[in-house]
C-alpha cells in the first residue's frame, strides 16, 4: 500500500475497529505499520503526511482475526526491554511490572538474594528482576520447553544470566529439593475455565491456555501448591509474591493465611487487586 503514513494507520485501524475501542485501535495500528516500514513509531505522528510504501494487507487480515499484535511483530515491552513472544508463551502484561518493582523491593533487603521465578513463560520476570539487581542469583521455572526455550531466547538477547529449569509446580518439583531461595515469585495460571467464553478473542484463540486457565473447582490449585512448597525453600525472612485472580483476592487471602503465610494485598495501577507479597509467620 502506497499511502501517507496517516492513511496506513487509519486503514490498519479500520479494520481491527470491532475488535479494539478507537485508542486501542490506532495504537496498535501504529505500532505494526512502524513495525512493517522499519521506522519508529515516532515518524507516523510527528510526519504523518510523508508517503511511503508498505505491504499491509495480510498482516491487516491477521489483526482482524484477533492475532495479537505482539506476535505478529514478534515482541512485546516489559520493564524497558523488549522480549521475544511467539504463540506457545504468554505476553507480558504492563500490571506484571509493579509485581516485579515490588519483588525487587523485597530482594533489597538481602545483598546477594537467590531468586525463583514459578511459571517463568516468557522469562520476562526473572530476567528483569536479574537486571534490576544484577548481584541476584535467578532460576526460573516453567513446565512448557517451548515457552522455556523463548525464555532463554529472551535471556541471551538481554545478556541476563539466568538457569531455567523445566518441572513441574504441580508435582512437587523434584528439580529444587533442597533448594533455598530468598525470593519466590510466580505469576501462575488463575483465570477459571468457565471465563474463557467472555474473554477477547486475542486471548483464548492465540495464547496458550496452559499458561492462562484453571479448573473452576480448584482455581487456587497452583497459589496453594507453591505456598506449601515455599515452606521448605524459603529463607528466614525471604518472601512470596504472587500476581493474582482480581475476584479471588479475598480467597487467596485466606487460603495463604491458612497455609502459615503472613499476606498483604496491593492494588495495580487500575486500583485493581492484583498482588500479594507473604512472608512466612513460623
Known amino acids: 500500500m502506497r499511502a501517507s503514513r496517516a492513511d496506513i494507520v487509519s486503514h490498519i485501524a479500520a479494520a481491527i475497529s470491532t475488535l479494539y475501542d478507537k485508542r486501542e485501535s490506532q495504537r496498535i495500528a501504529r505500532m505494526v505499520a512502524a513495525a512493517l516500514s522499519g521506522e519508529n513509531e515516532t515518524k507516523f505522528i510527528v510526519e ?3 508517503i511511503i510504501d508498505i505491504d499491509i494487507e495480510s498482516i491487516t487480515q491477521e489483526l482482524a482475526a484477533g492475532r495479537p499484535v505482539q506476535y505478529i511483530i514478534g515482541r512485546s515491552e ?3 526491554d523488549e522480549f521475544i513472544v511467539r504463540e506457545g508463551v504468554l505476553i507480558p502484561r504492563p500490571e506484571t511490572e509493579e509485581l516485579v518493582m515490588w519483588a525487587q523491593d523485597e530482594a533489597n533487603g538481602h545483598s546477594q538474594p537467590r531468586i525463583l521465578d514459578l511459571c517463568t513463560g516468557s522469562g520476562c520476570i526473572a530476567i528483569s528482576l536479574k537486571k534490576l539487581i544484577p548481584s541476584a542469583t535467578v532460576t526460573a521455572v516453567d513446565l512448557s520447553s517451548e515457552a522455556l526455550a523463548i525464555a532463554q531466547e529472551n535471556a541471551t538477547r538481554l545478556n541476563a544470566p539466568i538457569e531455567f529449569i523445566q518441572n513441574d509446580v504441580l508435582q512437587g518439583m523434584p528439580a529444587l529439593e533442597g533448594r533455598v531461595f530468598d525470593i519466590i ?3 501462575p495460571p488463575y483465570i477459571p475455565a468457565s471465563e474463557c467464553a467472555n474473554m477477547h478473542v486475542n486471548v483464548t484463540k492465540y495464547e496458550p491456555h496452559m499458561a492462562l486457565f484453571v479448573e473452576d ?5 497452583f497459589y496453594r501448591e507453591i505456598a506449601r ?3 521448605n525453600m524459603l529463607s528466614k525472612g525471604g518472601s512470596l509474591l504472587f500476581e493474582i485472580h482480581e475476584l479471588l483476592a479475598e480467597p487467596t487471602l485466606q487460603m495463604l ?3 502459615g503465610f503472613t499476606p498483604t494485598l496491593r492494588h495495580d495501577f487500575l486500583s485493581k487487586p492484583r498482588m500479594i507479597c507473604c512472608h512466612n509467620r513460623e
Open 229 to 231: 512448597a515455599a515452606k
Open 257 to 259: 493465611e491458612q497455609e
Open 217 to 221: 473447582n480448584d482455581p487456587l490449585i
Open 185 to 187: 515469585v510466580s505469576n
Open 48 to 50: 504523518p503526511n510523508e
Open 78 to 80: 516489559f520493564c524497558g
